[in-house]
C-alpha cells in the first residue's frame, strides 16, 4: 500500500509564506502527474498546482506568481511553495498522485489526509 503524507500548513499572516510538502510512504519509480487541490469551507475542491513527469506545470489562475510547485525525486516528495498568502488562500490543501509506478505495481488516484492553511488578515 501507498500512501501520501502532508506536512507544512498552519497559520499564517496576509503576504506570509509556507511551505506544505507532500512525501510517498515508498519508493516510486516514475508519477504520472503530482497536484496540490484545495478545499476552502463550503467550497468545491479546486485543483491549485500540478506537476507532470515531464516538468510541465500547471497553476490556477488564482495563484499564479505566488505558488511554485517543484519535486525531489530522490526523497518521493512534491512541495508547495506559497508566497504572498492571501486571506482566500484558507483552505485545508491535498496532495494528489495519479499514476505511480514502483517498478511492479501501478497505484492510481491516490490522495494524502489534507493539511490545514490558515491566512489572517
Known amino acids: 500500500q501507498v500512501q501520501l503524507v502532508e506536512s507544512g500548513g498552519g497559520l499564517v499572516q496576509t503576504g506570509g509564506s509556507l511551505r506544505l510538502s507532500c512525501a510517498v510512504s515508498?519508493?516510486?519509480?516514475?508519477?504520472?502527474?503530482m497536484n496540490w487541490y484545495r478545499q476552502a469551507f463550503g467550497k468545491q475542491r479546486e485543483l491549485v498546482a500540478a506537476?507532470?513527469?515531464?516538468?510541465?506545470?500547471y497553476y490556477a489562475d488564482s495563484v499564479k506568481g505566488r505558488f511554485t510547485i517543484s519535486r525531489d525525486s530522490a526523497k518521493n516528495t512534491v512541495h508547495l511553495q506559497m508566497n504572498s498568502l492571501k486571506p482566500e488562500d484558507t483552505a485545508v490543501y491535498y496532495c494528489?498522485?495519479?499514476?505511480?509506478?514502483?517498478?511492479?505495481?501501478?497505484?492510481?488516484?491516490?490522495w494524502g489526509q489534507g493539511t490545514q492553511v490558515t491566512v489572517s488578515s
Open positions: 494528489n498522485a495519479d499514476q505511480m509506478y514502483d517498478g511492479s505495481l501501478l497505484y492510481n488516484d491516490y
Open positions: 515508498r519508493k516510486i519509480i516514475s508519477i504520472k502527474t
Open positions: 506537476l507532470s513527469s515531464t516538468g510541465t506545470t
